[in-house]
């Protein structure tokens, strides 16, 4: 049964940074294509952004830009997102994804608290 078990999450300062991992099992991982993405309270589930298997090929949401940081380890079977000036709204869920052709996976998610 494939996994997506997401850590890293919590309660930080503005400006502050937090780097979120989501181990994968029961896939091959390097075959999937993998993006995190957040949901607001009261929002709609938006991409954060998105790695291709071999890690050469990275996409952000505008937002995200110069502030995050998307990587993978195929080796550890675990996709990063390392988030830098960190701001009120990006207090979310984030959640993994997993996708291929036919399969699409997600993680139960962790929550980022951006307050003072």
């Known amino acids: 049964q494939v996994q997506l078990v997401e850590s890293g999450g919590g309660l930080v300062q503005p400006g502050g940074s937090l780097r979120l991992s989501c181990v994968a099992s029961?896939?091959?991982?390097?075959?999937?294509?993998m993006s995190w993405y957040r949901q607001a309270p009261g929002k709609e589930r938006e991409l954060v952004a998105t790695i291709s298997g071999g890690g050469g090929g990275t996409n952000y949401a505008d937002s995200m830009k110069g502030r995050f940081t998307i990587s993978r380890d195929n080796a550890k079977n675990t996709v990063y997102l390392q988030m830098n000036s960190l701001k009120p709204e990006d207090t979310a869920v984030y959640y993994c994804?997993?996708?291929?052709?036919?399969?699409?996976?997600w993680g139960q998610g962790t929550q980022v608290t951006v307050s003072s």
């Open positions: 029961a896939l091959i991982f390097s075959r999937y294509r």
């Open positions: 994804n997993a996708m291929a052709i036919k399969d699409n996976y």
